[in-house]
Nanobody, 124 residues
Framework: QGQLVESGGGLVQAGGSLRLSCAGS????????MGWFRQAPGKEREFVAA????????YYTDSVKGRFTISRDDAKNTVYLEMNNLKPEDTAIYYC?????????????????WGQGTQVTVAS
């Protein structure tokens, strides 16, 4: 069984930075597109960023463009989300997931393997 494990979340002041990691094991993830999603209390899970196989193409939701950077190290089977200039509205549980399809998607239904999530809290 494949497994994704996120880490790197925590409490940070507004304007601060965090780097999330998502380590894959048990399956090959480095030939798939990978995505980061987040879910705030009382809200639906939403797309944050995605990176295609090879790492040269990335996608972001508008609210994080210019502040977040997604990257991957396929040798380590790991995907990262560098988050800078964090805002209170970025507070959420952040999840990484594998896109089992052949094209980019922001739809949750196209992602099969999910991590357990890591909490990010941004204090104002």
């Amino acid at each position: 069984q494949g497994q994704l494990v996120e880490s790197g979340g925590g409490l940070v002041q507004a304007g601060g930075s965090l780097r999330l990691s998502c380590a894959g094991s048990g399956r090959t993830f480095n030939t798939y597109a990978m995505g980061w999603f987040r879910q705030a209390p009382g809200k639906e899970r939403e797309f944050v960023a995605a990176i295609l196989w090879g790492g040269s193409t990335t996608y972001y939701t508008d609210s994080v463009k210019g502040r977040f950077t997604i990257s991957r190290d396929d040798a380590k089977n790991t995907v990262y989300l560098e988050m800078n200039n964090l805002k209170p509205e970025d507070t959420a549980i952040y999840y990484c997931a594998r896109n089992y399809g052949t094209t980019h998607s922001r739809r949750l239904e196209q992602y099969d393997y999910w991590g357990q999530g890591t909490q990010v809290t941004v204090a104002s």
